[in-house]
């Protein structure tokens, strides 16, 4: 069974792509832990849309998926691999922040 479940901060706006397969959305989340983890965390379909649309840096979301290993070869031709989550569910914790001085957490704490 490969099961994942992690909550965590956007380090960065997500990246929406359309491919070949179908909308593809990623993202880095710096997971809640202590030393911070770092991980990507790849979605597709509606689920993309949604999180391209409404997430940006330092929203807080739980994130539910698998985690994968890819192997590629770089264009040095080495080969490498690169370890993420595919998520089938991604929860968003706080509301986005409708002031430029006014953060997501605070407007949470009201």
């Known amino acids: 069974m490969n099961v994942l479940s992690l909550t965590g901060a ?3 706006d997500p990246v929406r792509r359309d491919t070949n397969k179908g ?7 710096a997971v809640d832990s202590r030393p911070r983890l770092w991980i990507v ?7 993309a849309g949604r999180c391209a649309q409404h997430l940006t840096s330092g929203r807080h ?12 070869v770089t264009r040095a031709g080495d080969k490498a691999t690169r370890w993420f989550t595919r ?3 991604v929860t968003f914790l706080d509301r986005p922040a409708h002031d430029a ?3 997501a957490l605070d407007e949470v704490a009201r």
């Open 10 to 12: 956007l380090a960065a």
């Open 101 to 103: 001085g006014e953060t």
């Open 41 to 47: 965390v790849q979605t597709w379909g509606q689920l």
């Open 23 to 29: 909308v593809v959305c990623e993202f880095r989340l």
């Open 61 to 72: 979301v739980a994130v539910s998926g698998q985690l994968l290993c890819e192997e590629f």
């Open 87 to 89: 998520a089938t569910t």
